[in-house]
């Protein structure tokens, strides 16, 4: 059940390492051109994103003072290595994936969790009071998003009977329009909770560019940067293709997977044009008044159904 | 500006570089949180020596010196001027002349006031407004542009008169830019009035109620999105505003959806007199013969600009220059106004609080007096003082 | 209370062009009115200086060889120049106009902005004083 392919393969070249980079940063480019298109203008050019991550790996990376320098150097890199390995258990690409154990369904998005973690402990690192703004507002939007978003992906799992994303993906092959008929406030809350995990707009307030200047990234340049832009790129690509998997009938083949991703990210970028930023608090009251409480119903939803043996 | 105090308060800069300012400001919010409790602003970041810089040159070269104080409202700042300089001169211009002058300042206020839309629109993180309205301010910019010749800065105004005429050509051409324009503000007056998630953004933030804009002295769409009735327009009638009046836009909410109301509603009426005077244009000559040199007298001239009441109080000794030129722009007025509200509100709010007055930095520094710290005799410098301070403080 | 309120206006936006103007590829014309470079016809001036004296931003410099035979050449800094058009309405012989067409103007060294306005021969001879002073030859207006 394991991708035949060497693990230093797996590792480095396909499923992670160089294709979940240079794909990620193609997903920013076709986002940033879709919103581009909704707002009647001409987006960046194909190779935007990749000339961006060039230009700031080439820029010095000033540590400000009172740092921890060890800290300051080390979180970017603990951020993308955690993207990079939650892309081990993932579905990617049509292929089964490279690395499979019961109960990775929660590593995985625990690994994707990590690099808000990462954000928030650099912007506390710092003594720039925009960083420790931006990185109270991450961690506050942590807490009211995390647990809705874990209750939906839970759906497909509670009712594939398993915790291994495997087992979920090969369920939902079988059963998908099954999935979607009945859990299709999982599958709202899941793809609203992806764009906060990311903080697209309209959940940016941790990066408001007006407000904070770039909250907890404020005071990192060169390296750092480059390295959290790339770690939020992967984290778009593994989101997506984990609620693709689940929820859209999981994914057999690479064409399946390209159309599968590009609609829902399609669907994330007219959500992401329509909205207004919400301030943070207006974040954490409609996350745990609705987000929780809709999540809350699903799941007892589909836990009546499965007593009554309908699934 | 890295004061950590003991009881855990922070102070938060904005500016003189921040995102959310489009020019050099200096604020310092005191916040506990994420709730501001105290605030000081800064200003005298763009400071350009214009006022002094007039007494050196005739009044024929601070027309232009003066429009380019600022460049939204540079044609408000050029017409004040030139009626100032008329009243000094006890030169009447022709009716067609003002009227033209009216149909241009109306045309700047559609153009302020759709700028004014988009940027309030990013700062509140609403990037979809922001594009669309600026696309849409692009129709006013070319019926600018067709007019008078330049898209800002359009030195439609000569001393006496304007340039440039309103052929039958460039009437249709007004015509349907304002049909579609109309179009489109309807459009986004549903879109702020209704939008739940920008409501939330606009909604009971920045609230400055009736007595404190009366007090403050707010002037413009600030203290009429209040309730206060202060229009120039309709006070002293200037140009042509006798014959082609506008309604007041008043509305009671105080807060800054307020703000958007009254000047999404002024586009409207600002439409309505445009459409007005093209269709009524008097007959006449553009320009009158205005004499190089202005004997001594004094006047002031009081326009209303986008922003609010533009006050000029002009000077001249007999030569071609003049003696004294005194600009008191409105977003002077408007800063305290925006140091009162911001206590109570989240930090989040303090981008928009500071857009919903229209803040125009260009426009707020004058200052010719240098004081000295001692205690001395203060007096009054020369140009070429002014320029070597300049050039030593940057050196 | 609607969310998403701008919904018909983005979703239409997915099937028309970008408003975007494509230029350089793509060039509007001008207005007719527009101001761009300024023109200097020798043949009707009077070296009356006025649009010397109005300039605001001193741009403009007239060289008088021979007043009553028109030998007069326009120094004329394109650089200074705030295109205001002042200079035009001041004329009242009609030497000035500013081409609408020809905006064009950015260079990355001084001598494209400096023009010399006039008949060939007195150009000529006004570079040539110019040169023996050991000042640049500028770009021909």
Redesign the interface.
């Known amino acids: 059940m394991n991708l035949s392919i060497s693990p230093l393969l797996a590792l480095l070249i396909f499923p992670g390492g160089l294709f979940i980079l240079f794909v990620g940063l193609a997903y920013e480019w076709v986002d940033r051109k879709l919103i581009a298109q909704l707002q009647n203008r001409i987006g960046p050019r194909w190779f935007q994103p990749l000339a961006d991550i060039v230009k700031i790996l080439a820029k010095e990376e000033i540590t400000p003072d009172g740092v921890s320098p060890a800290l300051f150097n080390a979180l970017p890199v603990a951020a993308l290595a955690a993207v990079l390995t939650a892309a081990l258990y993932v579905p990617m690409a049509g292929m089964q994936p490279s690395f499979s154990f019961r109960g990775d369904l929660i590593v995985t998005l625990y690994l994707l969790s990590m690099i808000t973690i990462c954000i928030g402990l650099a912007g506390v690192n710092t003594i720039d009071r925009f960083s420790v703004l931006g990185a109270t507002r991450t961690l506050t939007q942590l807490f009211s998003y995390e647990a809705p978003f874990l209750l939906a992906l839970l759906g497909p799992a509670i009712v594939a009977g398993s915790w291994q994303i495997s087992d979920i993906s090969a369920y939902a092959r079988g059963h998908w329009g099954l999935i979607l008929l009945t859990q299709p406030i999982s599958f709202i809350v899941a793809l609203i909770g992806l764009m906060g995990k990311l903080e697209l707009p309209p959940f940016d307030a941790p990066e408001a560019e007006t407000e904070i200047v770039s909250g907890a990234m404020t005071e990192y340049s060169g390296r750092g940067l480059a390295l959290f832009h790339v770690a939020r790129d992967a984290e778009l690509l593994i989101g997506l293709t984990l609620i693709a998997t689940f929820f859209l009938g999981g994914i057999a083949n690479p064409i399946e997977f390209l159309l599968k991703t590009l609609g829902l990210l399609l669907v994330m970028a007219i959500l992401q044009a329509l909205f207004a930023r919400l301030r943070i608090d207006q974040t954490v009251g409609m996350w745990w008044r609705f987000g929780s409480i809709l999540a809350l119903v699903q799941i007892l939803v589909l836990v009546i159904l499965k007593s009554i043996g309908v699934l | 500006m890295?004061n950590q105090t003991k009881t855990e308060k922070?102070?938060?800069p904005i500016g003189p570089q921040?995102?959310?300012l489009k020019e050099p400001g200096h604020f310092e919010f005191t916040v506990d949180g994420?709730i501001v409790t105290g605030a000081t602003a800064r200003l005298g970041y763009v400071h350009r020596g214009i006022e002094k810089g007039c007494e050196e040159?005739?009044y024929?070269?601070?027309?232009?010196?003066l429009e380019?104080i600022c460049g939204i409202c540079s044609h408000v700042h050029a017409t004040a001027y030139a009626l100032g300089v008329e009243k000094l001169a006890n030169v009447t211009v022709t009716p067609r002349a003002q009227a033209i002058r009216q149909v241009v300042a109306e045309l700047e206020r559609i153009h302020s006031h759709m700028l004014w839309l988009g940027v309030a629109?990013?700062?509140?993180?609403?990037?979809?407004?922001f594009?669309?309205s600026w696309?849409d301010r692009e129709t006013v910019m070319d019926l600018l542009?067709?007019?008078?010749?330049?898209r800002v800065?359009y030195?439609a105004n000569?001393l006496g008169g304007v340039?440039?005429d309103i052929t039958p050509e460039q009437r249709d051409a007004i015509l349907r830019g304002l049909d579609y324009l109309d179009e489109r503000m309807q459009?986004y007056m549903?879109?702020v009035t209704?939008?739940?998630?920008?409501l939330?953004?606009t909604r009971g933030v920045g609230v400055l109620t009736y007595e404190q804009a009366e007090t403050l002295g707010s002037v413009g769409p600030t203290a009429r999105a209040s309730g206060v009735t202060r229009d120039i327009r309709l006070e002293s009638p200037y140009l042509v505003y006798s014959e082609f009046p506008v309604k007041v836009i008043l509305d009671d909410g105080c807060d800054l959806l307020a703000r958007f109301v009254v000047r999404i509603k002024e586009l409207f009426e600002s439409s309505r007199v445009i459409r007005l005077i093209v269709d009524n244009l008097p007959a006449g000559e553009l320009t009158v013969r205005m004499p190089r040199r202005i004997p001594e007298n004094e006047a002031v001239s009081r326009v209303e600009a986008p922003r609010g009441e533009l006050f000029y109080y002009l000077k001249s000794n007999g030569t071609d220059m003049p003696e004294r030129i005194k600009v008191r722009t409105p977003s002077i007025c408007n800063w305290s106004s925006v140091v009162v509200t911001a206590i109570g509100h989240?930090?989040?709010?303090?981008?928009m609080i500071l857009a919903g007055i229209d803040p125009c930095f260009s426009c707020s520094d004058r200052s010719v007096q240098i004081c000295s710290a001692s205690g001395g005799v203060s007096k009054i410098w020369t140009w070429e003082q002014l320029r070597q301070y300049g050039i030593e403080y940057y050196r | 209370m609607k969310i998403g309120s701008m919904f018909g206006n983005v979703i239409q936006s997915l099937f028309k062009k970008p408003v975007t103007e494509m230029y350089p590829f793509v060039k509007k014309s001008s207005p007719e009115r527009y101001r761009g470079q300024l023109f200097f016809d020798p043949s009707r001036c009077t070296a009356c200086q006025l649009c010397v004296k109005d300039c605001p931003a001193e741009a403009l410099e007239l060289i008088v060889i021979d007043r009553a035979a028109k030998k007069i050449v326009m120094h004329y800094q394109a650089d200074r120049c705030t295109f205001c058009g002042q200079c035009v309405v001041d004329c009242k012989f009609d030497c000035l106009n500013m081409d609408s067409q020809r905006w064009e103007l950015a260079a990355t060294r001084k001598e494209p902005f400096t023009f010399f306005y006039g008949n060939e021969a007195d150009v000529q001879s006004i570079l040539a004083s110019a040169a023996q002073g050991g000042a640049q030859p500028p770009a021909q207006g």
């Open positions: 890295a922070f102070i938060i921040h995102p959310a994420e040159r005739n024929i070269q601070d027309l232009y010196l380019r629109a990013h700062e509140a993180g609403f990037e979809t407004l594009m669309y696309r542009e067709g007019l008078t010749g330049n800065h030195s000569v340039k440039c459009y549903n879109v209704s939008d739940e998630t920008f939330g953004r989240k930090l989040a709010d303090i981008p």
